[in-house]
């Protein structure tokens, strides 16, 4: 046996400047095309035995530079897109390979048999000879792997593995092939289960796959995820890949070179890896792998090829990678097959490894092909824990040695798989989230679906910009009243500005507090002219103002507490106080500290403040010892039907049900700002149906109970907007237990749920015209069936207490009476109506499932601490 020679040149030099190499194309997140058609199903989960012939008619029938959407689930044979025609795969739909291998063969009646030749299955999905077309959607594409093919005895992925011990191979469709194309987009889709190779490239110039999901188990063999080959001007990025096989594999066989890769913010699990090869004799080169982690793959990064299809691999940089029980971190093979034969000799020159992190112990292995050819490697920060094997042969090193201590922040930095059932935190692309930019949220005012435009700057108003007013009153608790300009308490000062709106109801009137705390209810009517109230202390917490009031409280001991202020109220004022008096309970919707039905509202610089349970905490009861027994709703703020209510520099004080925003009526909406403030809470602590920008402020989820919402909107199905957080940072007081979620949509007055079963003997809960409830049977009402609730995130900081994978709950668990799965979008909400028995357009009167599908819940740009 030949002895191999070791060429390992270790320097403590920097790396020289990193080659060029990328996808040459300046890309950008796609944008899903509009819509020619939406194909439905009768209920989410009852697809007909074959929906190909539907499917593919309205593909060959779709304008170019449109989609089919798809809504609901479907059982489908091969289909092919043509050129500029896509497919959306809308939120909740499933798109099925179906079983049947006679409708893949290829003409030999091989499909789903083992043979010496293999291929002799169609692709379930094929884009040929195509251009500018794409499959879109937060759906998913399921290619059932492992069911039992119809007419035989084992699954598609059985049949792998019986060849691979037969040295045969297998007869199984591929789920996506794409040859001789441009200009190809695979975004957010869900590719899972794939008999064999997810996606394959040949002669493709332009591929992005951009937020894919491949979920495969690790036992499925042959189930590469994304294979370019013989392609150019390629990027995969933000994506999760779990497989059988290779996560990616750029190759480059026997149909030309591969070229210009760009490999960007990807996270990979279980699979062999990162790969090149094992065809690299078409040539690869310019090549980028960056900010890329992976958990639990054989290998990391890998090049592998052999003498029988080697070629020249050049120009591969790998940089700011991340590595976790991963067995082999580098792994660099000119010997695939050892015993393969032949004069297409491997070559890897120009092979950067930059900032590469294994926290783990693994092997490395680099392995270049003889002396004159040996593997030209190039190491800059490289390190990997503990002493694992090293087989260095036939290699030229430089740059630094390989480090056994980590210095790299990469232990924080895997996440778990994004499953099916905790994956959902939508992602707007950019042209949709321009749509949320705080201008165009609040131009839109009144009826839902049919609101008018109204431009509203809230930024451009003098309050935002801090000028200094010349106040109509002012609210001193130390200075002598006259009743008319200087007053002891807010209210009395609300209750003449209700007067002296009369002579001129145009007039913005300017109300100055002074530093204190003020223990009063404040009750700001719809007929006084717009009030501007703000403090002048250094800061808003040197102005407060503070009630204590809970749901729990009775009408009449409210009325002793309270009365006296409102005795000589205007009579706007009193006619606040005097529908919460008479109560037997006050409710959630008596409590609120500061009451707002003014339009034009403004306050700066100030406290409002509910004290309830602040002495104590507002859940100590779920922990021992039992310090507080109840938890009660607790307003500090209500904005009760009043448009362009701006806040800026306030703090709302509170726990559960701190701010309210509720619109004049059901559809309809109003306006409220709120700009450099602070709200704090535990349990939907921001909720209500109107239209509400929060910018640049903090959302702080205080951490007594052991479950926790930051937002329950019930916003109306047709309304534009509901909640905007944009430059927000949500964070918690300290305590990291418990579950923490950004928001549950509010069920708003049901009282039971269509949605799931109860365990109770005949239950059922129909349509009606009234929400009811007298066991074992109910109703639920258009009304609450409408109130979905919106909510975006934007540009803000998401604290490490909220639930990464599920930062969206339901409302309420599944089994209890008032259950309600989240809805992301209006393909959920249809969906949800047609599980419940419940029928869109006979019951409710609607036409069709809006297309594109109207977003519910969405996020971008935000980053997780």
Known sequence: ???????????????????????????????????????????????????????????????????????????????????????????????????????????????????????????????????????????????????????????????????????????????????????????????????????????????????????????????????????????????????????????????????????????????????????????????????????????????????????????????????????????????????????????????????????????????????????????????????????????????DAISANDTSTCANRFAPFPDAASSMRPQLPLEQAKQYSYSEVLKYVGTAGKESIDPWDPLSDPLAKGATFTPDYIINKAASADGIRIFNTVQEAVSRAVLDSAAHPAKRLYMLLKPGVYQELVYVPASAAPITLYGEGKDAAATRIIAKLDASNTGTAYDAQYGPQFAKAAPAVQAMYTTIKDRAQIGTFGTQTVWVQNNGFQARNLTFENGYNKDTGNARAEELPNINNVHHQALALSVDSADKAQFENIRLIGFQDTLYLKSPQVGSTVRSFFNKSYIEGDVDFIFGDSTAYFYQSEIRTLGDRGVSYVAAPDTHVKTKYGFVFDNVRFTHEGAKTGNFYLLRQWFHSSRCTPYAPLAVEGYSCAYGPTNGYKAPTGTVARTSLEAVGKMVVLNSRIGSHINKQQPWADWNKKGTISYRPVQFNSDDHWNNLIKAGIDPVKDLGYTQAPSPADVFLGEFNNSDE
């Open 1 to 399: 046996m030949k002895t191999h020679r070791i060429i390992a040149v270790l320097a403590t030099l920097p790396i020289a400047g990193a080659v060029h190499a990328q996808d040459t194309r300046k890309v950008v997140e796609p944008s899903p095309p509009p819509v020619c058609v939406v194909l439905s199903t009768s209920a989410p989960n009852a697809a007909s035995s074959d929906d190909t012939a539907r499917i593919q008619f309205a593909i060959d029938a779709c304008p170019a530079g449109r989609a089919v959407r798809l809504s609901g689930s479907f059982i489908s044979g091969p289909l092919k897109l043509r050129s500029g025609v896509s497919l959306l795969v809308g939120d909740g739909a499933v798109l099925q390979a179906s079983t049947n291998p006679k409708l893949y063969d290829r003409g030999a009646n091989t499909c789903g048999t083992i043979d010496k030749l293999g291929r002799g299955c169609k692709p379930f999905i094929t884009i040929d000879n195509a251009k500018s077309s794409g499959i879109y959607g937060n759906g998913a594409i399921e290619g059932q792997g492992g069911r039992i093919i119809d007419g035989g005895t084992e699954s598609w992925w059985q049949l792998a593995r019986r060849a691979q011990k037969e040295d045969a191979r297998q007869n199984v469709p591929r789920l996506i092939e794409i040859t001789n194309a441009q200009d190809i987009t695979l975004h957010k889709i869900t590719l899972r289960n794939s008999p064999n190779f997810h996606v394959t490239l040949n002669k493709v110039d332009g591929f992005t796959a951009w937020g894919v999901r491949i979920d495969t188990p690790a036992t499925a063999r042959n189930t590469d995820g994304i294979d370019p080959i013989s392609s150019r001007n390629v990027t995969i990025a933000y994506s999760h890949i779990r497989t059988g096989d290779d996560n990616v594999a750029i190759k480059a066989g026997n149909n030309g070179a591969t070229e210009n890769i760009s490999i960007l913010h990807n996270r990979f699990y279980s699979g062999h890896g990162m790969s090149i090869g094992s065809e690299t004799n078409g040539g690869l080169r310019r090549i980028l792998v960056e900010d890329l982690s992976m958990d639990g793959t054989t290998s990391g990064l890998r090049i592998k090829s052999d003498a029988s299809r080697g070629g020249v691999v050049d120009q591969v940089s790998y940089r700011n990678v991340c590595l976790l029980n991963v067995k082999t971190p580098i792994d660099i093979s000119t010997r695939y097959e050892n015993r393969t034969e032949g004069t297409q000799i491997p070559v890897y020159t120009n092979i950067d490894f930059d900032d590469i992190h294994a926290v783990t112990p693994g092997r490395v292995l680099v392995q270049g092909y003889d002396e004159q050819r040996p593997a030209e490697i190039k190491l800059r920060n490289v390190s990997i824990a503990g002493k694992g094997d090293r087989k260095i042969e036939f290699a030229k090193l430089s740059g």
